[in-house]
């Protein structure tokens, strides 16, 4: 079992959907919960980033925490075409920092 | 303010050659990662160092491979003796240091290309 798992997609959305990234871990440790965003041959970009359990909003994105469940989400309100990526899942304790695989996004016109 | 600097952008090297792979982190960072991506696979960690340290090599080969980051100059990530194996693209991410280290500014990384 990997330590942290994230769906590959694709996932293809038409424009203004709500979109609905996830992922799972094990390692109960992770205290930091990070989403990046990949555009193509670009390196990863953070774009949400959460301490603990909670909700985290900015913008059309919200990012919850659920420690319980071992389990993070994002929200994409309003999706753009500009939002067509590949998001990474990150977190981290005080030592490791684990990526998920990468959900790669369409957002169609 | 330019973000985290890597070149070459694109690298070919035939089996059996050495590759180098520069970095330059933020201005003000002082934490170096380098990671290795593959395709359908998500970031794979291979090496912290700080200036003039290297403080986690957990997940570098440890045949072939070496990174450095001396106190002058960029980070530089070694490998010796490339296979095919090798090609991936490998990205660079800097952190301000401690208490930020999750906090990591990527590079828009080395693509390479072992023949």
């Given at each position: ?109 | ?6 070149n070459p952008r694109h690298l ?98 080395t ?5």
């Open positions: 079992q990997k330590e942290v798992e994230q769906d590959p997609g694709p996932l293809s959305v038409p424009e203004g959907a709500i979109v609905s990234l996830n992922c799972t871990y094990s390692n109960s440790a992770f205290q930091y919960f990070m989403w990046y965003r990949q555009y193509s041959r670009k390196g990863p970009e953070l774009l949400m980033y959460t301490y603990s359990s909670g909700n985290k909003e900015d913008g059309r994105f919200t990012a919850q925490v659920d420690k319980s469940s071992k389990y993070i989400s994002l929200f994409i309100r309003d999706s753009q075409p500009s939002d067509s990526a590949t998001y990474l899942c990150a977190m981290k304790d005080n030592n490791d920092m684990r990526f998920g695989a990468g959900t790669r996004l369409t957002v169609k016109p | 303010n330019a973000g985290v600097m890597q070919v090297r035939r089996r059996g050659q050495e590759a180098r792979l520069r970095c330059s982190p933020m201005k003000g960072h002082s934490h170096v990662y380098w990671y290795r991506q593959l395709p359908e696979e998500g970031l794979k960690f291979m090496v912290y160092l700080q200036k003039e340290n290297i403080i986690d090599e957990s997940g570098m080969p440890k045949e072939r491979f070496s990174a450095e980051f001396p106190k002058e100059g960029p980070s530089i990530l070694r490998i010796q003796q490339v296979v095919r194996g090798d090609s991936a693209a490998y990205f660079c991410a800097s952190s301000p240091g401690q208490g930020q280290a999750e906090k990591l500014f990527f590079g828009s990384g693509q390479l290309s072992v023949l």
